[in-house]
């Protein structure tokens, strides 16, 4: 069967590199769905969840932050600012990050200097950690 090379790393860690059947893949410019053979493609990454197929199966992952290059040699590869495997992912710890970024956030409006902009990115990366998660624990419930 025709293959897609997939690697996808954050600036820690590869969090996965094998060769896959298709990824579905959120950007700025909505959700895009890549098969092999794709044509060359560069673009930047959303918060939100990430779906690819391999031959184990499918697979979830949150994502947050960074970009996707399509090479001409049906190669893909994803430098994301954030990436986990949503069985990797701990929903109590994402909460916590959440609801402390809340509290940092409600202290703006009392004058303190914080920077707005990255606390709204924190929440929606803990918010969709929170998300993916939830929906991996609800898959293998039902499964
Ligand atoms: P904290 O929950 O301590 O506030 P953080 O949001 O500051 O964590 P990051 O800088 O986003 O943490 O990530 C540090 C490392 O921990 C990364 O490898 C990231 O993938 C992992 N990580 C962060 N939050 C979670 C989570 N809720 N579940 C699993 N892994 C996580």
């Not at 897609?4 to 959120?26: D, G, H, R, W």
């Not at 909505?30 to 560069?42: C, R």
Request: hydrophobic share 40%; glycine share 4%.
């Amino acid at each position: 069967m025709n293959t897609l090379k997939f690697k996808i790393a954050t600036p820690e860690k590869v969090v996965y590199e094998n060769e896959i059947f298709q990824v579905s893949i959120p950007t700025t410019t909505g959700e895009i769905t890549i098969l092999p053979n794709h044509s060359p493609l560069v673009s930047i990454l959303q918060a939100g969840e990430l779906r690819f197929k391999d031959n184990e199966g499918e697979h979830l992952m949150a994502v947050s932050g960074g970009f996707l290059e399509i090479r001409a040699n049906n190669e893909l590869i994803i430098l994301a600012d954030n990436a986990e495997r949503a069985e990797h992912i701990d929903i109590d710890r994402a909460e916590e990050a959440r609801n402390r970024a809340e509290e940092q956030m409600k202290a703006v409006k009392t004058g303190e200097d914080i920077d707005y902009a990255k606390l709204q990115a924190i929440i929606e990366r803990e918010v969709n950690r929170m998300r993916v998660g939830k929906k991996y624990k609800n898959i293998k419930i039902n499964s």
